[in-house]
């Protein structure tokens, strides 16, 4: 008999309620949040290599008792026939959130990172979750549920959900590991930034949230659209150098630009990061420090077999060249590349089967990034008002639940209303606040998940490199495990490459 098949015969002979706590059997409502096994359902999946996956699925369990929305506050759990390792077997959580919008509870995929990691045998959770297309009737009028930060609370209750229960549902609440793409990611960066924080503990007190932890063993982020409130700063600074070639940009839009772009230097001079010898990061060697990322990547791309043309800036010589100092590679030998952060199989080898990335153009590099997929105009991400009325699914995210779009930058609220005294009202402040993972991020919290994988592709424009860059360094000077990297021309997407994903996965299961 297998250790899941063992199991589950021993939770269906025993009494639910004798696996919590005496306290928790007394609350009524905490009662309803009790993992009742009586759903079980076999399932078999076929993987694209023509594998079979067995597994039990339990579906359409609730995750909080004040019910807002059933539809999507529901999570679904997928229990592999035989678990990695048994009761301490991870739980890989994903989020199926894109564009800030709702999801529901879905099924595994054999083409994702769910049918992977059923078939390494870990415990799959899908939550659904609200987002800002949700609504429901009351009192006739309709009313938008998903607005910030219901999502990522939503998210939060499912993990209290999971450790709630974590006696009777199989494998281990203590290692969930949370991945998500896009707006996904940035919420896989939330839930990994902001456990237990007692920001959020009224909001899901109020939702009926299991009365217990949300923190998570590991986040998996792929290109996080977060630091939302920088981010259009970010962008123009880093692309302003296309405005009048690739980008096309008219005189309004460039003055835009620049007043967003100059804002930025102060942001990143405020962050005050490092790199790995300890150099201070600033704006005026920011870009030296990205380019670092990018010749790494560069370089692994050539070492693959991957053709490169010259046209797009990358700089190559024959022979191993002579870097200069900045930025240091902590005196591995190695020379210039990728922060020691990075993977190791990831950084340059400078072995003698391919040329060696020296340098890159970066404005002709981005200009080829821009060429590839067209950029996104001023503001990228709270454009609503400012040039054209268009909200964008940030400004719908951040909208009231009437469904009226918000601004969320000050700079944005001002350039709509044309009135430079205006500030957001303090409930906005909290909001956005409260849905940047960098304003949770510092040295020895013990709300931030130790083990971090971020992913941004190098020819992804949806944000400026900067966003995750900025998240990489801040968590790892915070002391965080951080695995790190931009590959090579790939654009804005997920769960790619899953044996490095699962490689990584297994590494930090056996710590």
């Known amino acids: 008999m297998t250790p899941y098949k063992l199991f589950i015969s021993t939770i269906l002979g025993a009494s639910i309620a004798g696996c919590v706590t005496s306290a928790q059997a007394k609350d009524k409502e905490a009662d309803k949040l009790v993992f009742d096994p009586a759903?079980?359902?076999?399932?078999?999946?076929?993987?694209?290599?023509?594998?079979?996956?067995?597994?039990?699925?339990?579906?359409?369990?609730?995750?909080?008792?004040?019910?807002?929305?059933?539809?999507?506050?529901?999570?679904?759990?997928?229990?592999?026939?035989?678990?990695?390792?048994?009761?301490?077997?991870?739980?890989?959580?994903?989020?199926?959130?894109?564009?800030?919008?709702?999801?529901?509870?879905?099924?595994?995929?054999?083409?994702?990172?769910?049918?992977?990691?059923?078939?390494?045998?870990?415990?799959?959770?899908?939550?659904?979750?609200?987002?800002?297309?949700?609504?429901?009737?009351?009192?006739?009028?309709?009313?938008?549920?998903?607005?910030?930060?219901?999502g990522l609370l939503d998210l939060k209750a499912a993990i209290r959900y999971l450790r709630y229960n974590d006696n009777v549902i199989p494998g281990s609440a203590e290692r969930i590991i949370i991945d998500g793409t896009s707006a996904g990611g940035a919420m896989s960066a939330l839930v990994g930034a902001t456990g237990d924080r007692p920001e959020y503990d009224e909001y899901l007190l109020k939702m009926g949230a299991a009365r217990t932890s949300d923190k998570v063993f590991a986040s998996v982020c792929y290109c996080p659209i977060t630091d939302l409130n920088h981010a259009d700063m970010e962008y123009e600074w880093l692309y302003g150098c296309t405005n009048t070639g690739v980008r096309h940009l008219d005189a309004e839009q460039i003055k835009i630009?620049?007043?967003?772009?100059a804002e930025c230097p102060s942001y990143i001079n405020s962050l005050c990061l490092k790199d790995d010898s300890g150099n201070l990061i600033t704006a005026d060697n920011y870009k030296e420090y990205l380019k670092t990322f990018l010749i790494a990547s560069a370089h692994k791309a050539l070492e693959e077999g991957c053709e490169i043309p010259d046209t797009i800036g990358i700089v190559r010589y024959a022979e191993k060249p002579n870097f200069g100092a900045f930025p240091a590679r902590g005196g591995n030998g190695d020379g210039r590349g990728a922060p020691s952060f990075g993977p190791a199989g990831m950084r340059p080898r400078f072995n003698n089967n391919t040329d060696f990335v020296s340098d890159i153009d970066l404005d002709k590099y981005l200009s080829y990034v821009a060429s590839v997929t067209p950029l996104k105009t001023p503001p990228a991400f709270d454009?609503?008002?400012?040039?054209?009325?268009?909200?964008?699914?940030?400004?719908?995210?951040?909208?009231?639940?009437?469904?009226?779009?918000?601004?969320?930058t000050d700079f944005s609220l001002r350039h709509r209303l044309h009135d430079n005294s205006v500030?957001?009202?303090?409930?906005?402040?909290?909001?956005?606040?409260?849905?940047?993972?960098?304003?949770?991020?510092?040295?020895?919290?013990?709300?931030?998940?130790?083990?971090?994988?971020?992913?941004?592709?190098?020819?992804?424009?949806?944000?400026?490199?900067?966003?995750?860059?900025?998240?990489?360094?801040?968590l790892?000077?915070?002391?965080?495990?951080?695995?790190?990297?931009?590959?090579?021309?790939?654009?804005?997407?997920?769960?790619?490459?899953?044996?490095?994903?699962?490689?990584?996965?297994?590494?930090?299961?056996?710590r």
């Not at 906005?428 to 304003?439: C, L, Y």
């Open 383 to 408: 454009q609503y008002g400012v040039l054209i009325d268009t909200p964008t699914p940030e400004n719908n995210v951040f909208g009231n639940s009437e469904g009226t779009p918000a601004n969320f």
């Open 476 to 510: 790892k000077n915070s002391g965080f495990d951080v695995n790190f990297f931009l590959p090579w021309n790939r654009p804005h997407s997920g769960d790619y490459n899953l044996d490095d994903l699962f490689g990584w996965i297994e590494s930090i299961s056996d």
């Open 257 to 261: 630009s620049n007043e967003l772009s």
């Open 39 to 150: 759903g079980a359902k076999p399932a078999v999946m076929t993987m694209p290599s023509g594998e079979e996956v067995r597994y039990t699925a339990y579906e359409n369990i609730f995750y909080v008792t004040n019910i807002e929305d059933s539809v999507y506050q529901t999570l679904n759990i997928y229990v592999p026939e035989t678990l990695n390792r048994g009761d301490s077997t991870p739980i890989f959580l994903r989020t199926y959130i894109g564009g800030y919008m709702a999801t529901t509870a879905k099924s595994p995929s054999a083409s994702d990172a769910t049918g992977r990691a059923l078939k390494e045998g870990y415990v799959v959770c899908i939550p659904g979750s609200r987002g800002a297309n949700t609504t429901i009737t009351r009192d006739g009028k309709t009313i938008y549920t998903g607005i910030a930060p219901n």
């Open 423 to 474: 500030t957001l009202d303090k409930d906005m402040v909290n909001r956005v606040f409260i849905m940047n993972p960098m304003n949770f991020i510092f040295e020895n919290s013990a709300s931030v998940a130790q083990y971090w994988f971020i992913r941004h592709g190098a020819k992804d424009r949806d944000t400026s490199f900067l966003v995750p860059i900025n998240l990489a360094t801040k």
